[in-house]
């Protein structure tokens, strides 16, 4: 048994005459599976034109006979920028109109529309449930044969699978049975659900905890998990936005593009416009599934606040936190406006995309989103074969994750592969805005601190960096911290910086806040997760990468270019030590960040310049002015000893009357320090110029800053200084070069 639906759109004829055109769709209803055709051609085209879309199950209830003209929604239509084109058989019978555009839409669209938009989805989405302790717990603390159920369910799933490990163990067998283990292990948390599945993804990117065999089986649980009913789904979609599904797509795939813990995603074409999106459906009950588990994980929080005394942060905290970002996921026009905020502040670069929104098709259960091609980033083998490198696709992952982290503090907390895929212009594209979270400003300049202090092995300001980062109340005494920072930074900073892995600094810091009182913050842990999920993806393809070392760019250009008064300072306190600039710091600083694009040399140290001069500036005047007159007597000098070197053997000895020690009083060492430091100057204004946006222009804010009444004062006394050392030189010079001395004559006792 069969039905059919046909349904009429007026296209373009030959010479701009219409005709109507008949969209027809069979279903069969012993399958339950509809196959559709369009679009037949009534008019005078010789050969008409056929397009084969499919449609899901329960797609074709009944025969509709509807006329449509090639019209746009009325609030598309009233965008001033929308445009149509004519697509064609390319033999002048069959033409469908198809209007491009619309804000959220490619963004073309009249802002007030789209704010229209979306105030709609809002208020779809009204009864979206929010996350509080009280709700959690009011609701399953009377369903005690519930939770005894849920609880059971998961000891025996995860039970099992320990037990079975200890039996490999003790057998010998535990390398030969990993695949096995690993798909057990994979099939346990899809059972167990949503949040198993989200501990699943988290393992399945770090190659540095898991065998290889685990990594693949768990990156199944990212796009791979089983699918509830499409009918479900397609129901669920007219539900919340109230249209008949052929009202809102001309197709839809049958069956889902990816399942994910929370939802699943089905490819589609709008009607309106005919551009192809991505639709998040949530999973129904989903709900119920993981207030349940919440609710046992703060019971099981408390007691470990109570039993387990080598935890001293607040694990009941914690899981709240992660609640309510869960929660919030399963908020669809909340991701919508996550998503939408991320984009403007990170979508600026050329190689990050972030999709648009869909406002008229977006609910909370509902996401409607521009669609994305691409592989996602841990399949190696296919992002080659497009010509992309995956390291070069974590390294913008890494920039941008840094910009989010340091410059905005809005980041996305859930990077795992399948929310981020490399497009074939090689663009990193970010998907799933779900869980997001935030870096306190004051943390954000701390942390960029706390970095300076590691590289100085100031591990007194590190401990004092951790009240900035709210990791210690102001009553707590960081006295006994700075010694444990010491034992283990003194063993991790034997090679450089960049050279440490950032799994290792998280496990050393790891060791130090567990015996003291720290109370690590919800942010803090959502940014190791976002940064151990980059290292670990990097890590597939080069297991020598270094996190730290990729990101160091990003921290010399913020020292160097940043005006912030904590951020100045702690570049002050990297240059300078013990009364002396460190000229090689500044040298690894300036080569460090001209490796990040958005460098600038005309904004280099112009922060640092602006204090010198200002009244509270004095303390750097006097290192500056120091360091000036040591480095104009370098550049003389230095200049000096080359040519005379330059000069022919023969002539030096006429210059200098035979005398070994050359044209200055001064030890060779003397002479290899401050020949060493004069080219370290030049070398340090070479990278200046070599700098992509170098203009000799850059000087001018320094020449404007030295017209200010305190500048002039600053350099008479630089000048003043210059003056006194070359004198005192030249005087030693004199004082020195006495002339030979002849043998003295002596006589003998008669």
């Not at 009534?42 to 006329?67: D, H, N, T, Y």
């Not at 639709?279 to 703060?298: H, S, T, W």
């Amino acid at each position: 048994m069969s039905m059919s639906m046909s349904m009429s759109i007026l296209p373009q004829g030959p010479g701009g005459g219409r005709g109507p055109l008949q969209f027809q769709c069979h279903h069969d209803l012993r399958s339950n599976n509809a196959t559709c055709y369009s679009w037949v051609n009534q008019c005078s085209s010789p050969q008409p034109k056929a397009i084969r879309i499919s449609r899901a199950k329960g797609g074709c209830k009944r025969r509709r006979r509807l006329r449509v003209a090639p019209v746009i929604s009325q609030a598309a239509s009233a965008s001033a920028s929308v445009e149509p084109a004519v697509l064609a058989d390319g033999r002048g019978g069959t033409a469908i109109q198809v209007y491009r555009g619309g804000g959220g839409r490619g963004g073309n669209r009249d802002r007030a529309n789209d704010i229209q938009a979306e105030a709609k989805a809002m208020v779809r989405a009204a009864n979206a449930s929010v996350y509080t302790p009280e709700l959690v717990s009011n609701k399953y603390r009377s369903r005690p044969i519930k939770v005894l159920r849920r609880t059971l369910e998961i000891l025996i799933g995860l039970g099992s699978f320990a037990l079975k490990l200890a039996l490999d163990q003790s057998n010998g067998q535990l390398v030969q049975n990993q695949r096995i283990r690993a798909a057990e292990l994979r099939t346990i948390f899809t059972k167990l659900g949503p949040t198993f599945v989200k501990i699943g993804q988290g393992l399945s990117t770090r190659p540095d905890l898991c065998p290889p065999e685990y990594l693949e089986e768990l990156s199944q649980l990212q796009d791979a998990l089983p699918t509830f009913p499409d009918a479900e789904a397609f129901s669920c979609i007219e539900k919340e936005l109230g249209l008949p599904l052929d009202s809102i797509f001309s197709s839809i795939s049958p069956s889902p593009i990816a399942a994910a813990s929370l939802g699943q995603v089905y490819k589609a074409q709008l009607k309106y416009s005919g551009q192809i999106v991505a639709v998040k459906v949530q999973r129904p009950g989903i709900e119920e599934a993981i207030g349940l588990d919440f609710y046992l994980l703060r019971g099981l929080g408390f007691l470990i606040n109570k039993y387990v005394d080598i935890i001293s942060s607040d694990v009941v905290a914690l899981i709240d936190e992660f609640a309510r970002r869960v929660y919030q996921e399963l908020n669809y026009v909340q991701e919508g406006k996550n998503a939408r905020r991320f984009k403007k502040l990170y979508a600026d670069k050329q190689d990050v995309l972030v999709p648009d929104i869909f406002w008229d098709y977006t609910s909370g259960k509902v996401l409607t989103m521009e669609w994305v091609d691409g592989v996602k980033l841990n399949e190696q083998a296919a992002i080659e074969r497009q010509g992309l490198k995956v390291l070069d696709l974590v390294n913008t992952g890494i920039q941008c994750s840094l910009r989010q982290l340091l410059e905005y503090g809005y980041f996305h907390a859930d990077p795992h592969p399948g929310n981020l895929l490399a497009t074939p212009e090689g663009k990193l594209a970010f998907l799933d805005f779900g869980m997001m979270s935030e870096t306190p400003e004051e943390a954000r300049f701390a942390i960029i601190g706390h970095v300076v202090h590691m590289v100085n092995r100031d591990y007194e300001a590190m401990a004092r960096d951790y009240y900035a980062l709210d990791f210690l109340s102001p009553d707590v005494d960081v006295t006994p911290i700075i010694p444990a920072l010491q034992n283990f930074f003194d063993d991790a900073l034997n090679s450089t910086v960049s050279e440490l892995n950032f799994k290792t600094i998280v496990d050393g810091l790891g060791s130090v806040l567990y015996q003291y009182p720290f109370n690590v913050p919800a942010y803090y842990a959502l940014i190791l997760r976002s940064l151990t999920v980059l290292e670990g993806l990097a890590l597939y393809a080069d297991p020598n990468f270094k996190v730290l070392a990729a990101s160091y760019p990003y921290f010399a250009k913020r020292l160097l270019t940043d005006p912030n008064p904590y951020l100045r300072d702690a570049l002050i306190e990297l240059l300078f030590k013990d009364g002396k600039f460190r000229w090689n710091r500044l040298e690894n600083l300036l080569v460090q960040g001209r490796k990040d694009r958005d460098f600038s040399a005309k904004d280099a140290l112009q922060p640092v310049l602006k204090l010198l001069v200002g009244p509270d500036g004095e303390e750097l005047r006097i290192l500056v002015i120091k360091e000036a007159v040591r480095v104009t007597e370098a550049v003389i000098l230095g200049s000096v000893i080359d040519t005379y070197n330059s000069i022919p053997s023969p002539l030096r000895t006429l210059i200098v009357s035979g005398n070994a020690a050359g044209p200055l009083m001064m030890s060779d060492t003397e002479q290899e320090n401050m020949i060493k430091l004069r080219d370290q100057i030049f070398r340090i204004w070479r990278l200046l110029q070599s700098s992509e946006n170098f203009d000799p222009a850059l000087l001018q804010p320094i020449l404007q800053v030295l017209q200010e009444p305190e500048a002039r004062s600053f350099g008479g006394r630089v000048i003043g200084g210059i003056s006194q050392r070359l004198a005192a030189r030249l005087l030693q010079q004199v004082l020195l070069r006495a002339p030979p001395t002849l043998p003295s004559s002596s006589s003998s006792p008669s």
